[in-house]
């Protein structure tokens, strides 16, 4: 019986004979002639195309077969929409583009992109980058959630959507740059990685209580 194939990352699709695949588009950030490859290899192998909730773009309906042509043809890094990892960075426009942006997301959250995609993890991992606390990245529903402030940035842990959803906490306000973002994103994984939780980093927070998480990860003062 066929299945996900990981190491190209392909999905079985419903019909259980073609695969979706879905190259990896750094906070959705594209060009044009990125376009028209992913629409010429889509009109070459009769795929169809979906926009999804990662900012990526899927491809739909590739053969088994095909796959290795298909990769070959976009000449394009695979995403991670599967598997036990960092899936997906979702970064808003922020100080690039919007008028209502505080902080600059975009940069941010393509800086944790390079970081972190596809970082192997005990369960997948989402992070949600925004440039204010309208929080269009969807921060409270993420891993891990940034949000952009007046007075800098705001660290949200522990949300997830899915079957069990949970909003996530607040780890720190009042970061003052990137740089400390970053360092504590850091801090953040590796306690993770080294905690023995295999479920997603909620359950963790949720089992340690968010006060003790914050001490482990940011040391007894709370702050980085
Ligand atoms: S979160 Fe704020 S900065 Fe980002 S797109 Fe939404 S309104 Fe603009």
Redesign the pocket.
């Known amino acids: 019986m066929k299945k996900d194939i990981l190491e190209k990352g392909a999905i079985l699709q419903r019909d259980r004979e073609t695969y979706a695949i879905a190259p990896h588009i750094p906070g959705g950030f594209t060009d044009t002639a990125t376009l028209r490859k992913i629409c010429d290899v889509a009109d070459t192998y009769g795929l169809s195309v979906k926009l999804t909730s990662a900012q990526r773009i899927g491809l739909f309906g590739v053969k088994e077969e095909e796959l290795d042509a298909v990769w070959a043809d976009l000449n394009q890094d695979q995403g991670a929409p599967i598997g036990l990892c960092v899936r997906s960075v979702r970064i808003?426009?922020?100080t690039t583009q919007?008028k209502?942006?505080v902080q600059d997301?975009t940069g941010l959250g393509l800086k944790l992109d390079s970081i972190y995609h596809a970082m192997r993890l005990p369960n997948k991992m989402k992070m949600g980058i925004?440039?204010?606390l309208?929080?269009?990245?969807e921060c409270a529903v993420k891993d891990i959630g940034v949000l952009?402030t007046n007075r800098g940035w705001r660290i949200m842990v522990g949300g997830n959507a899915g079957p069990r959803p949970r909003i996530g906490e607040q780890l720190v306000d009042n970061v003052a740059d990137q740089e400390q973002v970053l360092d504590i994103v850091s801090r953040i994984v590796e306690f993770y990685k080294s905690s023995g939780e295999e479920g997603r980093l909620g359950r963790l927070v949720e089992k340690m209580g968010i006060e003790a998480f914050r001490a482990a990860v940011l040391g007894e003062a709370g702050q980085p």
């Open positions: 808003c426009p922020g919007c209502r942006a997301s925004s440039g204010c309208l929080s269009c990245s952009g």
